[in-house]
């Protein structure tokens, strides 16, 4: 049984995930300082970071389209696939619909799986699926059945470390956003039905990683054993080496992988931001 996973590239995972022969990112497209990009494709991540800090318009990301899923669904039927396709939430992008359309002009076994959430969260579906094809035991439709399964189970936090992008995209009062960063107050974030939430704030940079690691076994009853952790960054590598060493520290899990925000989250969190995940 031949499967290919695709995934839009809001879903932030592992290089030996991505690297996967049968997974394929379809990337959105980034507009900035009245440039277009696609993502992940005409720059790196760190590329990216150096735009992000040099720019002084805020990014714009235009979801994956109709014609982008189109020819890849046509492409990987006709080579005797079935195909599931994760996206991002569908509360924060059209990508969701975008596959949705494709997916009714194309013949074949086509599978789209709304993850509700973004970046880690997103991810943790992705690296799921990957698990599923390569321990071959269960088809494309079982294997999304398993993902809609562990719904329940899927955590992300992430702080962003400036609330400037989100106070510019309107995601955040500007009061809120002025008071914030004079008293330097990150907020912890998660993601629920789909859109933003502050679930917490920390003061300062220092007690970000700890706080990070006490809430995510928090939402575990303090038992990650079986669980899949995701830990993430941006350009801050120096704080994240702090999370780094919180994670060996408190949390015994089955498998910690690491990745760096992309462009989509980064464009709306900038560059400086860490991040935390979990699923079964």
Request: net charge negative; charged share 25%.
């Amino acid at each position: 049984m031949k499967i290919k996973l695709i995934c839009d590239s809001m879903c932030d995972i592992p290089e030996e995930i991505n690297n996967k022969e049968f997974v394929e990112m379809i990337p959105l497209t980034i507009n900035i300082d009245n440039k277009e990009y696609k993502d992940g494709v005409d720059f790196t991540k760190e590329e990216f970071y150096n735009i992000l800090e040099n720019s002084h318009d805020l990014p714009k990301t235009s979801q994956v389209t109709y014609v982008d899923f189109k020819d890849r669904f046509e492409q990987y039927t006709k080579e005797g696939y079935d195909v599931i396709c994760i996206t991002g939430s569908s509360k924060a992008s059209g990508t969701f619909q975008s596959a949705n359309l494709a997916k009714a002009d194309v013949d074949g076994n086509i599978y789209i799986f709304d993850s509700l959430f973004l970046s880690l969260g997103s991810g943790q579906y992705v690296i799921k699926a990957s698990h599923l094809i390569e321990e071959g035991n269960l088809n494309a439709k079982e294997i999304v059945k398993e993902l809609e399964k562990m719904r329940e189970s899927v955590n992300l936090l992430f702080v962003p470390f400036t609330l400037e992008y989100l106070k510019q995209s309107g995601r955040l009062p500007s009061v809120v956003s002025f008071v914030g960063n004079m008293l330097s107050i990150k907020p912890i974030c998660t993601m629920q039905d789909g859109k933003n939430k502050i679930l917490s704030k920390v003061r300062g940079t220092k007690q970000i990683a700890s706080k990070l690691v006490d809430m995510i076994l928090e939402m575990n009853n303090g038992n990650l054993e079986d669980k899949i952790i995701t830990i993430g960054y941006g350009s801050n590598e120096e704080d994240f080496k702090k999370l780094q060493e919180e994670v060996s520290k408190r949390i015994k899990a089955k498998k910690v992988y690491i990745t760096r925000g992309g462009s989509c989250i980064c464009s709306h969190t900038g560059p400086e931001i860490l991040a935390i995940s979990s699923s079964y």
